[in-house]
């Protein structure tokens, strides 16, 4: 399996509060990834970092920011949680896919967010 | 647009069964991967195969088959003679080659096998 560890797990917290989720990773693979997993909508995915200090938007980015200053961590934050945010989310790595295009993505364990 | 569809919502099979999860999918590129997950109960997502657009070679690991046509846009994924522990939610994947890896997933098809 993967090396990738998610924190926290599990987490409950308040509307208009900030929120960071962080991924960290052990393989020191160059790709990382955060989705949201919803009933009805499958993983979507919110941002991506194709290495230290470089990332980009997903499709469902808004409300959402991330950070990644070192190889192994991905932070992902609500800046103001809302209840609309709530959902499971999932870091996800890859490496880098090279010539063959090779992105067989691997995932965490997910962090369930509840926004009251 | 870039798009999978698993129309499959929810099937339900008793143990020793056959059942097929149907993925369809839309893109423009000529390169492309593609992708199978399983999530069990316990919530984590895991690989179980990727093909790539040039190769439509069927594969077989064991129970698990896989069925890829061009033709028809399609990567469905057979398991034969289920059993209790296949029960899970299987997610189809899409990944073009476009130079940005990203995955395009369906919404999923949970399967119950019944013992």
């Known amino acids: 399996d993967a090396g990738i560890t998610q924190s926290p797990r599990h987490k409950v917290t308040e509307t208009g509060t900030p929120v960071t989720l962080r991924c960290h990773q052990t393989?020191?693979?160059?790709?990382m990834y955060w989705y949201r997993q919803d009933p009805g909508h499958g993983l979507r995915l919110i941002h991506y970092?194709?290495?230290?200090?470089?990332?980009d938007k997903g499709e469902v980015s808004d409300g959402y920011s991330v950070s990644r200053s070192k190889t192994e961590d991905f932070l992902l934050t609500l800046e103001s949680a809302t209840s609309s945010q709530t959902s499971v989310y999932f870091c996800?790595?890859?490496?880098?896919?090279?010539?063959?295009?090779?992105?067989?993505?691997?995932f965490g364990p997910g962090t369930r967010l509840t926004v009251l | 647009a870039q798009k999978v569809t698993q129309a499959q919502t929810e099937i339900s099979v008793v143990e020793k069964e056959d059942v097929t999860l149907d993925c369809v999918y839309e893109?423009?590129?000529?390169?492309?991967?593609l992708f199978w997950y399983k999530q069990p109960p316990s919530g984590e997502l895991v690989f179980l195969i990727r093909?790539?657009?040039?190769?439509?070679q069927n594969e077989i690991s064991g129970r698990y088959s896989w069925n890829f046509q061009k033709s028809t846009s399609s990567f469905n994924f057979t398991i034969t003679a289920s059993q209790v522990v296949d029960s899970a939610v299987y997610f189809c994947?899409?990944?073009?080659?476009?130079?940005?890896?990203?995955?395009?997933f369906g919404t999923g098809t949970r399967l119950k096998v019944l013992a």
């Open positions: 996800a790595i890859s490496d880098d896919p090279g010539l063959a295009g090779e992105d067989t993505q691997y």
């Open positions: 393989e020191n693979h160059r790709y």
């Open positions: 970092s194709y290495g230290v200090k470089d990332t």
């Open positions: 893109t423009r590129d000529t390169t492309y991967y």
């Open positions: 093909r790539n657009s040039f190769d439509e």
């Open positions: 994947a899409l990944s073009p080659y476009s130079g940005t890896y990203k995955y395009i």
